[in-house]
């Protein structure tokens, strides 16, 4: 492919099923939005655990870890709205918030299968998942690894099919019971997520990178410590749900215990200051070169969590909910019962980053290696999955296939806010780009939603590219490789460039 394609030529999108709006007249909106209806809102929630009660694999490393034991139980929560206009409904979305790792190829596509039928007058292409990325929540792809190092552990394929149930009943408790409500929003700041990505004198980039190191030079790329806030409210203006927003996985805790990680402690301080019934939706904004890893001042932050008597874990879940609280103290002054919703899915075809000869041979190599040995080394099974798909990626660019990679992307429109989706690990330059450009009072981003017909992985900047390349060493430059990398900085741009359009038709800016 031509490095300086025309991104114009990507730039055709189709309406993805059942995914109409409507536009009309009148209500208190912002600047540009005079044409979008106002109507009253109708909000439902509800949670599902999705914790299993037997051992499982757990997802987000490179050899399979059985964990047996609970820190803190993953959760599934969902947001179902409405909009109405009398007794006509203008549009609806159903938002669910999940305690995995990733949202899998094929995950999505499942779970509406499994509720179709349970859900009269809903349009099921407008649900979608998101992950928080917690790296100790159970794995969902059965071929992540051998099946026979699951050993007694529940199958992938029985946790999802257990998954889908519970999640689905949850679904249905908050569709079915929505109910008049009401919505405000505002933002808030809390350092939780951080550059993790450390680059040296020569250029050469790392993640997770030592910078006790005579050639470390600077963090590569700018920190996003927005908490975006969305709350819902009854008829009367009592808290029954909210939507959190920031730019960071979850991925505070190792070891082999399931958890959701620092969104549970969030969740748990929000409940103890506004009530246990209410539903904490945790979304991870563009963060692919961002997690809540100390690289330096390491003792310092240490010492304080020690005086505050709390874990790490436990802090950054203090931090989110001191966040949240803030603004929601301040927002109660804004609180709106007729707010415009409009709710568009879209599929956009980007352009896919490229494998190149010299990257196909890297990786045959490294699968032909692992291939022949007679004792396999305990990340095998995931470096093979992982170079594998470079080889057969290449192949099948070799045939003209594979030179795009289709995404469903969810943009919507809820009074003052945009809320647009991604499936990707985003790196925050991009996530900042559309919240600039955006004509919306507050720019709500959830990246890991949705999926495609593979992992999405991470979309990295130029500067990140340009910090190494394949080798040998799957942790080199890891995060903007070809081999974690379906998607380049130049599909990045699309993705920006169309996310931006389909907020601005919301809005009804003209074009340029």
Partial sequence: MNANIDRRQFMNVSLASGAGLFIGGLGRISQ???????????????????????????????????????????????????????????????????DLGVIRPGIQEGFRKHLAGRLPGFDLDKLFLAATHTHTAPETLQERYDEKDYADAMQPKEYVSWMYEQMAQAVVKAWENRAAGAVAWGVGQAVVGRNRRVTYSDGAAKMYGNTNDPQFRHIEGYEDHAVHVLCFYDSQKRLKAAAVALACPSQSV??????????????????QRHGKDVCV???????????????????????????????????????????????????????????????????????????????????????????????????????RHLYGLVVERYLAQQKGDRKTYAVEMHVLRLGDVAIATNPFELFVDYGVQIQARSPALQTFLIQL?????????????????????????PFTNYSATVAVNVVGPEGAQVLVDMTVKNINELWNVPKK
């Fill in 32 to 98: 540009g939005a005079e044409t979008a209806q106002a109507g009253s809102l109708l909000v439902g929630a509800a949670t599902a655990d999705i914790t299993p009660d037997r051992p499982v694999p757990l997802t987000g490393a490179t050899s399979v870890r059985i964990a047996r034991e609970i820190l803190s139980r993953c959760t599934a929560n969902v947001l179902a709205l409405e909009s109405r206009e009398g007794q006509r409904t203008v549009d609806q979305a159903i938002l669910v918030s999940c």
């Fill in 254 to 271: 190792g070891g082999n215990k399931l958890s959701a990680d620092f969104w549970h402690d969030a969740r748990e301080l929000i409940h």
């Fill in 449 to 473: 939603a949705t999926s495609g017909r593979q992992h999405a992985y991470y979309v990295p900047t130029p500067r990140a590219v340009a910090g190494g390349a394949l080798n040998k060493q």
């Fill in 281 to 383: 939706l945790g979304f991870c904004a563009p963060a692919g070169d961002q997690s809540p890893t100390i690289l330096y001042r390491k003792a310092a932050e240490a010492r304080m969590d020690r005086l505050r008597g709390l874990t790490y874990t436990q802090e950054l879940g203090r931090r989110v909910a001191e966040a949240f609280c803030d603004v929601v103290g301040v927002i109660t002054k804004d609180i709106r019962t007729n707010v415009p919703l409009i709710h568009r899915v879209r599929k956009v075809d980007l352009p896919a980053r490229i494998v190149t000869e010299a990257e196909y041979e890297v990786a045959r190599k490294v699968c032909e290696e692992i291939d022949v040995r007679k004792k396999r080394e305990k990340a095998d099974a995931w470096t």
